[in-house]
């Protein structure tokens, strides 16, 4: 059974930092394409970033500069630090694997993160 289970969301004041983290289980993790994605109320779930089997990342545009993702195989894990972060990344954060080749897609349950002060 395949499982993404997203931790580290939560309630921080814009400027501040906080750390996504993505557990994977019952896939072979070096072989999927990890990503974030986040989705708020009434807009369409976007993509946030990405981390290939070898390492290289895509960021969106909004994001560059000040979020980055990171993958850990030892652990199965896939993280996002997240700095500066401002009002506008409010919203639901889901983790994504993606097995290119057999083309299998798999989403985590979403983890809330609120800027606010």
């Known amino acids: 059974q395949v499982q993404l289970v997203e931790s580290g969301g939560g309630l921080v004041q814009p400027g501040g930092s906080l750390r996504l983290s993505c557990a994977a289980s019952g896939i072979i993790f070096n072989r999927y394409v990890m990503g974030w994605y986040r989705q708020s109320p009434g807009n369409q779930r976007e993509l946030v970033a990405n981390i290939s089997i070898d390492s290289s990342t895509v960021y969106a545009d909004s994001v560059k500069g000040r979020f980055s993702i990171s993958r850990d195989s030892a652990k199965n894990t896939v993280y996002l630090q997240m700095n500066s972060l401002k009002p506008e990344d409010t919203a639901v954060y889901y983790c994504?694997?993606?097995?290119?080749?057999?083309?299998?897609?798999?989403w985590g349950q979403g983890t809330q993160v609120t800027v606010s002060s």
């Open positions: 994504k694997a993606r097995q290119i080749v057999l083309n299998l897609v798999y």
